[in-house]
């Protein structure tokens, strides 16, 4: 008895079971499409606007103007080097036309180096130093600069007595070295462009020896 209500039970789930599946298959098909077209009439999802970068908070701001405060100063660095440096490069470049060959060779040095002098220092007494004032000037303004030793320096005043002479005792190849070392590492003077108390009182010593 009991096997007989066990297979009836058995039958009946099995019944069941195989129902429900029938009737879920044949209605998932309607379901699914009706899914599908309700999927289909959804909006796109709106990410929004990109946000701008107006207004600038005040750290940029702040760093624009350091930044145009760098270009401004670098430029007017680099013009101020370049100005004060002209007068230096056209007398570099005039002592390298310089021939051996040219009559007045030695004093169209001289007078190269002089007019640059006078042009860094614009003291109106320079213009008359010579002679022992003259040849301090140079001294005075050299011993900074190793590179203008005592050989340079005595070309200098090597040329300069050869203005005096019809012998020269320096050669101007010599003399056109001394020269141009000297503009190249005495000129412009570090500084002010002003003479200073040094360019002063040989200005003044350069009066009383006149």
Same mark, same amino acid.
Do not use: M
């Given at each position: 008895m009991n096997s007989i209500s066990q297979f009836l039970t058995d039958s009946l789930t099995n019944f069941f079971s195989h129902w429900c599946i029938d009737t879920m298959a044949n209605t998932g098909g309607p379901a699914n499409a009706s899914l599908d077209a309700a999927l289909e009439n959804l909006a796109d999802i709106s990410v929004g606007h990109t946000p701008s970068i107006w207004p600038l908070a005040w750290g940029w701001w702040?760093?624009?103007?350091?930044? /145009?405060? #760098? !270009?401004?100063? +670098?430029?007017?660095?680099?013009?101020?080097?370049?100005?004060?440096?002209?007068?230096?490069?056209?007398? /570099?470049? #005039? !002592?390298?036309? +310089?021939s051996g060959n040219e009559p007045q060779a030695l004093s169209t040095l001289h007078a190269i180096l002089r007019s640059a002098i006078i042009h860094y220092?614009?003291?109106?007494?320079?213009?008359?130093?010579?002679?022992?004032?003259?040849?301090?000037?140079?001294q005075v303004k050299a011993k900074a600069h190793k590179k203008v030793d005592q050989q340079c320096l005595t070309h200098?005043?090597?040329?300069?007595?050869?203005?005096?002479?019809?012998?020269p005792s320096v050669t101007v190849d010599d003399a056109k070295n001394a020269v141009y070392l000297w503009i190249t590492y005495?000129?412009?003077?570090?500084?002010?462009?002003?003479p200073n108390a040094e360019i002063v009182a040989l200005s003044n010593k350069g009066d009383q020896h006149v």
């Open positions: 702040v760093l624009i103007l350091l930044l /145009l405060s #760098a !270009i401004v100063g +670098i430029f007017w660095i680099v013009s101020r080097y370049i100005s004060k440096h002209k007068f230096k490069r056209r007398a /570099l470049k #005039a !002592i390298e036309k +310089i220092f614009p003291f109106d007494n320079l213009t008359s130093l010579q002679g022992p004032v003259w040849q301090e000037l140079l200098l005043t090597q040329l300069e007595a050869s203005l005096y002479t019809r012998a005495c000129l412009p003077p570090s500084g002010s462009a002003l």
